[in-house]
């Protein structure tokens, strides 16, 4: 089973991800593997990233993982990808954006960024068929308590983790 950790970049996946390993779950962190496993397409000057199909990139996973076993998918593509569940990270703009400024994005990108955590946008997209969908706001919580509700979705105790609870429109004139 994969559950993907997903969300809009600078919300903590990677942290989240990070604080899974250290207690012993399985985590796949897809940057890596998108490389190791020559999944990386070309590079898109437009959008600033490089293309990678995530039909190819479900196919090599399916090869990788045990079926007995549960894996966290961490990466902002992971809930494209044929999973049991999708937790969503969320943050708030203000917060957001300043995460991003200092790993050096451009305004542009900040942006960007804010504006689809804003609009919900990686939250609709996790919503497929048959994928439960989960999120944590990890505004001002720290990476061991987001990981021990992860814990609690992966115990079935998921009532306080449904989606609808973090809303960002507040904001919205300040970046639109």
């Known amino acids: 089973m994969i559950i993907a950790i ?9 942290e989240l991800g990070k604080e899974l390993a250290r207690r012993n779950h399985n985590v796949i962190f897809l940057s890596g593997f998108i490389r190791e496993n020559g999944l990386l397409g070309e590079y ?8 990678v199909e995530t039909e190819e990139l479900d196919r090599a996973l399916a090869g990788y993982v045990r079926s ?35 790993r050096g994005y451009s305004q542009e990108k900040v942006r960007e960024n804010v504006q689809a955590e804003v609009l919900d946008v990686i939250l609709c997209e ?8 989960y999120e944590l706001d990890s505004t001002s919580h720290t990476v061991e308590e987001l990981a021990d509700s992860v814990q609690e979705i992966a115990d079935g105790k ?12 507040g904001d919205i004139d300040r970046w639109f």
């Open 126 to 133: 996790a919503g497929s068929p048959g994928t439960s969908v």
């Open 68 to 102: 007995s076993e549960t894996y966290y998918a961490e990466g902002h593509l992971s809930h494209f990808l044929t999973c049991s569940a999708a937790i969503v990270l969320r943050c708030s703009p203000e917060v957001l954006a300043g995460r991003l400024e200092a």
């Open 6 to 14: 997903t969300g809009t970049p600078g919300t903590g996946k990677s």
């Open 44 to 51: 898109e000057p437009e959008t600033g990233s490089c293309d």
């Open 158 to 169: 998921t009532e306080n983790y449904l989606p609808g609870k973090t809303d960002w429109t």
